[in-house]
């Protein structure tokens, strides 16, 4: 069973930055791939973020490339996205998911992923 919390949403203005974490509790979270989702009002639950579990491979929505980052700490469980640039569009829930042993693109279909957060509040001002 892998329980995943994500913390680091708030209420920012556009053009500002945030780093959302989310921490894994598991035994061996290096054989997890990472995932981050979000889902805004009115709207399906969209991919914004991957990073592989074997290579740290990462890939992104076309959305947030270049002002966006995941990245992830195995000695701390965690994995983070950080938020630059943000736009009034990138207000959502963000979640976290798992998915043991997936690669990127397996991890950008969200029913591909077993294992999910129960979201950040990420409200972008304009």
């Known amino acids: 069973q892998v329980q995943l919390v994500e913390s680091g949403g708030g209420l920012v203005q556009a053009g500002d930055s945030l780093r959302l974490s989310c921490a894994a509790s598991v035994l061996d979270f290096s054989s997890y791939g990472m995932a981050w989702f979000r889902q805004a009002p009115g709207k399906e639950r969209e991919f914004v973020a991957a990073?592989?579990?074997?290579?740290?491979?990462?890939d992104y929505a076309d959305s947030v490339k270049g002002r966006f980052a995941i990245s992830r700490d195995n000695a701390e469980n965690t994995v983070y996205l950080q938020m630059n640039s943000l736009k009034s569009e990138d207000t959502a829930v963000y979640y976290c998911?798992?998915?043991?042993?997936?690669?990127?693109?397996?991890?950008?279909?969200?029913?591909?992923?077993?294992?999910w957060g129960q979201g950040t509040q990420v409200t972008v001002s304009s």
């Open positions: 998911a798992a998915g043991l042993r997936m690669g990127t693109r397996t991890m950008a279909t969200a029913k591909m992923l077993r294992y």
């Open positions: 990073i592989a579990w074997i290579d740290g491979y990462t």
